[in-house]
């Protein structure tokens, strides 16, 4: 595997690598964290959902039916979830990543954790919970198309652990693609915080397509800057970047 590596204005280099589409971005995704897995059985995930990790998904599916990867071991902490939709609600994140991913796989389904309790309210004490379990391994990331990750708008404050939001009208209209219509996307939810994000050990953030090529652009070549909350990541100490080539095509060769 080769990594082209660049030094971003955070000082620290992002292992950045570009495939050349969608499928390959996603073996090569899935590929980089299931080595991590078999390293550690008992590894920490920090999972998303969107449309882009459905791919790494897709191919983790047949590598645990082959035999060749297993989460019996693992735990998971999702990024966010919407609030007001209870798990079993259809576009629920718990009912996402239940549809692609965890009913395909072995994994012990109570070692799954979203932020939100039983009763479908805010758990504030998430960070802790994480921190308890020895904090995540690599935590899986998408980037919104103005630099959100989790729910963290622009604007978002670096210092931040798992919060409540208000969904901008942006990112209600960009993910209204998985309600019937865009007033059925709930108008809050509550997600990791940056400062949440950036203590996981390990980050890989994925993107895939034109409309993601400028907030890849803004938050890996520019500054850092709570205009996108994506930038904090040139400060990790250990952050891959997997494009494909649409995603890439605003960055320097
Ligand atoms: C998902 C999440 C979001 C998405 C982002 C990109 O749990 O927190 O930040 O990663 O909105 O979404 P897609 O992959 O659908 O373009």
Known sequence: MKWNCIASKGLIPLRIHVEKDYESLSELAASVVAYDIVQNPNIVLGMATGGTPIGMYKVWVNQVREGNLSFREATTFNLDEYLGLDATHPKSFRFFMQENLFKHIDININRTFFPIDDMNQPFFEYDSLIQQESGIDVQILGIGRNGHI?????????????????????????????????????????????????NAKKVVLL?????????????????????????????????TVILDEDAASLLPK
Request: net charge negative; hydrophobic share 35%.
């Open 150 to 198: 989790g729910f963290n708008e622009p604007g978002e404050d670096f210092n931040r652990l798992t919060h409540v939001v208000e969904l901008t009208e942006s990112t209600r209209q960009a993910n209204a693609r998985f309600f019937s219509n865009s007033e059925e996307v709930p108008t809050h939810a509550i997600t990791m915080g940056l400062a949440s994000i950036m």
């Open 207 to 239: 993107a895939s397509g034109v409309d993601k090529s400028l907030a890849i652009y803004n938050s890996i070549s520019g500054e850092v800057s709570p205009k996108y909350p994506a930038s904090i990541l040139q400060q990790h100490p250990n952050c």
